[in-house]
T-cell receptor, first 119, second 116 residues
């Protein structure tokens, strides 16, 4: 099966500009997650979609970040306006809906990441 | 706040040496535990996972990890590393809230360099 696909792989923009990152999850995966790794830091959770609904967006840094998943398929993460501290690698991951009998067990498949550099 | 600590930032080994990467977490409840690996130029891949049962879990490529609940640890081991194991390794923990898995909390990662 095709994996999680992210686009672009690398984006270089100037402070104040807008960038939109896209994630195509594995087909049929209801759960979609965004994570971010700032250089030298740990990978941090941003938000979680179940189909088109935001299940948890507690990790979103501020209102300059907007995530959407219209139709419950691919997702976009827009940063507007971008700031220097937004530089990092943005990972998308997806997983299947938990099945009956597999309580609390959820394995994520990650994409290759989108590296964002804000100058 | 919940956190995951990986003891080593960068480990350098020669081929055939044994490997142990430390991982400790801070969360008092039930957890699901993971090790992910990122090979150069590739995406994060699942190495192994622990949900319940035998605390010694075996993963791909000869890796294993042991969950020690009393120590809040989930150390990764491999008896004999190869040059191809050069990668960055991430420990991750997901709190289990009464059967519902919370979001992954990652450590900072450990870079492993294996000299041929």
């Amino acid at each position: 099966e095709a994996g999680v696909t992210q686009f672009p792989s690398h984006s270089v923009i100037e402070k104040g500009q807008t960038v939109t990152l896209r994630c195509d999850p594995i087909s049929g995966h209801d759960n979609l997650y965004w994570y971010r790794r700032v250089m030298g830091k740990e990978i941090k959770f941003l938000l979680h979609f179940v189909k088109e609904s935001k299940q948890d967006e507690s990790g979103m840094p501020n209102n300059r970040f907007l995530a959407e998943r219209t139709g419950g398929t691919y997702s976009t993460l827009k940063v507007q306006p971008a700031e220097l501290e937004d530089s990092g690698v943005y990972f998308c991951a997806s997983s299947q809906r938990l099945r009956g009998g597999i309580s609390g067990a959820n394995v994520l498949t990650f994409g290759a990441g989108s590296r964002l550099t804000v100058l | 706040a919940q956190s995951v600590s990986q003891h080593n930032h960068h480990v350098i080994l020669s081929e055939a040496a044994s490997l142990e990467l430390g991982c400790n977490y801070s969360y008092g409840g039930t957890v699901n535990l993971f090790w992910y690996v990122q090979y150069p130029g590739q995406h994060l891949q699942l190495l192994l996972k622990y949900f319940s049962g035998d605390p010694l879990v075996k993963g791909i490529k000869g890796f294993e990890a042991e969950f020690i609940k009393s120590k809040f640890s989930f150390n990764l081991r491999k008896p004999s590393v190869q040059w191809s194991d050069t990668a960055e390794y991430f420990c991750a923990v997901a709190p289990n809230y009464g059967g519902s898995q919370g979001n992954l909390i990652f450590g900072k990662g450990t870079k492993l360099s294996v000299k041929p």
